[in-house]
Nanobody
Framework: VQLQASGGGLVQTGGSLRLSCAAL????????MGWYRQTAETEREPVAR???????IYADSVKGRFTISRDSAKKMVYLAMNNLKPEDTAVYYC?????????WGQGTQVTVSS
C-alpha cells in the first residue's frame, strides 16, 4: 500500500486547510486511517484517526477545530483543519494501519503564520 498526501500550505492564523490522502493498492476493510504531525522540535504525534467508518478520534489540541473523514470507495482520508493556530505548524503524515502493519505517506507541510 502506498499513501499520497496533499493539501498542505501556508495559511494565516484562523485560516483553514484541507489535507487529503489517497491509498494506492488493496486495503483491508477493518483498518485505521489517520494523521500524525511532527516538527523539528517534537516527536511525531497523533492528530486524528478513524477505524473504518467509525467516529473520529482526536488529540485534545485539535478537538473542535479539525475533522477527519473518509471516502472508503475512493480509499481516501481527509483532514479538514479550521481555526488554525501557529502551533499547528508541522509536517502532517497520513497513515494506514491493518493486520499489524503501518504504512506512511510522504508528509505534507502545514505552516500557520501569526
Amino acid at each position: 500500500v502506498q499513501l499520497q498526501a496533499s493539501g498542505g500550505g501556508l495559511v494565516q492564523t484562523g485560516g483553514s486547510l484541507r489535507l487529503s490522502c489517497a491509498a494506492l493498492g488493496s486495503i483491508f476493510a477493518d483498518n485505521i486511517m489517520g494523521w500524525y504531525r511532527q516538527t523539528a522540535e517534537t516527536e511525531r504525534e497523533p492528530v486524528a484517526r478513524m477505524l473504518g467508518a467509525g467516529n473520529g478520534i482526536y488529540a485534545d489540541s485539535v478537538k473542535g477545530r479539525f475533522t477527519i473523514s473518509r471516502d472508503s470507495a475512493k480509499k481516501m482520508v481527509y483532514l479538514a483543519m479550521n481555526n488554525l493556530k501557529p502551533e499547528d505548524t508541522a509536517v502532517y503524515y497520513c497513515y494506514y494501519f491493518a493486520r499489524g502493519t503501518t504504512y506512511w505517506g510522504q508528509g505534507t507541510q502545514v505552516t500557520v503564520s501569526s
